[in-house]
C-alpha cells in the first residue's frame, strides 16, 4: 500500500490521501457501516434449530455437516427426544457440538419460543417413528411438536431421511430387505407426505449444502449468489477489449463501481485501495477491476 513502507505506517502519506479524497473516505466509511450492520443482520438469521430423534443410520454424517454449519457461524440449539437419548449420550453431543445444553423432553421448554428464535429447522437422523406421526399430524412428543408449530407457522423444516427411508441402502445391509411391498409403500407414502408439507427431504451426507443453500435463498442480505471465496476481482489480464474506463482514485469505493456499472471494465492505478464492498459490487454486476 501506498502508506506502508516495509512494516512501519507512514501517517504523512495517509493522511495526504485522506485529505485529498475527503469524499471518497466518507463513502469508505460509509459503505463499512453498512457491511458491520449486515454482518450483524447475517449473524442473527443464522440459528438452527437442530432436533435429533433416534435413528442411527446417517449420523456420522450429519454430526459432521452440523459441525461444518458451526464453522459457517450457525448458532445451534440442540433437542433430542426420548428416542434420541436411547442413542445418542447427552454428554458426547455437548462436547462434540461445543453447546452448553441440549433440551429434553422433561424440561418442559416453551416450544413456542423455540421455533421463533430460530431460523431453520432440522431433523438430521429422522426416524420411522417420528416420519410416521409427523405424516399422519401425531403430536405426542418435543420433537414432533416442534416440527407440527414449525409447519404451522410456514417455517423452514429439512430432514434427513435415511433412517426412514425403506429403500436406504444402509438399512437394507442391516435389517435385510425382509420388509413386505405394502409396508415399503406405507413408508414410502409416509415420506411424501412430508415433503407435501413442504419439508425439504435430503441424506445426510447433504445436510450442509441444503441448509446453506436455503439460507442463502430466503435469509441471506448478500444478493450476491457466487462464493466470494472462489473470485478473483482483481483481473491480470492486460489485453480485455471492451468497454473500459479508467477511474484516477486513490480508494474506490462501492459507490464509485456503482456508477460505473455500464462499463465491463474499470482501469485504475497500482496504488489504488479498493474497499471490499466495491469488489462485491463489481462482482454483482460483471466488471473486471485491472490495476494498470
Do not use: W
Amino acid at each position: 500500500m501506498p502508506y506502508i513502507e516495509g512494516d512501519k505506517l507512514d501517517l504523512k502519506k495517509l493522511e495526504n490521501i485522506i485529505s485529498e479524497n475527503v469524499e471518497s473516505v466518507e463513502s469508505v466509511v460509509i459503505d463499512y457501516i453498512v457491511e458491520k450492520v449486515f454482518e450483524k443482520l447475517e449473524s442473527y438469521n443464522k440459528k438452527l434449530l437442530v432436533v435429533f430423534t433416534g435413528a442411527s443410520i446417517g449420523f456420522k454424517d450429519a454430526f459432521k455437516c452440523i459441525k461444518m454449519l458451526q464453522d459457517r457461524g450457525f448458532k445451534l440449539t440442540i433437542v433430542l427426544s426420548n428416542g434420541a437419548l436411547n442413542v445418542f449420550n447427552e454428554n458426547l453431543i455437548k462436547e462434540f457440538f461445543k453447546v452448553e445444553k441440549v433440551i429434553k423432553e422433561d424440561d418442559n421448554e416453551n416450544i413456542i419460543s423455540l421455533v421463533k428464535e430460530n431460523t431453520i429447522i432440522m431433523i438430521p437422523t429422522l426416524t420411522v417413528n417420528t416420519c410416521s406421526k409427523i405424516a399422519n399430524g401425531i403430536n405426542d412428543n418435543i420433537a414432533t411438536n416442534i416440527i407440527s408449530y414449525s409447519l404451522i407457522n410456514g417455517k423452514k423444516v429439512i430432514a434427513s431421511i435415511n433412517g426412514c427411508c425403506p429403500d436406504n441402502e444402509e438399512r437394507i445391509s442391516i435389517f435385510k430387505d425382509n420388509m413386505s411391498n405394502s409396508y415399503k409403500d406405507l413408508l414410502r407414502n409416509n415420506i411424501k407426505k412430508l415433503k407435501d408439507y413442504n419439508i425439504i427431504l435430503t441424506t445426510s451426507v447433504n445436510l450442509e449444502k441444503k441448509v446453506i443453500k436455503i439460507y442463502k435463498d430466503n435469509f441471506s442480505l448478500n444478493t450476491n449468489k457466487k462464493n466470494n471465496d472462489e473470485i478473483d476481482y482483481i483481473c491480470s489480464k492486460q489485453n480485455i477489449e471492451i468497454k473500459e474506463i479508467l477511474l484516477n482514485k486513490k480508494i474506490i469505493s462501492k459507490i464509485d463501481v456503482y456508477n460505473l456499472k455500464h462499463y465491463k471494465v474499470i482501469k485504475i492505478n497500482q496504488d489504488s485501495i479498493i474497499t471490499p464492498s466495491a469488489k462485491d459490487e463489481a462482482l454483482k454486476y460483471n466488471i473486471n477491476i485491472l490495476k494498470i
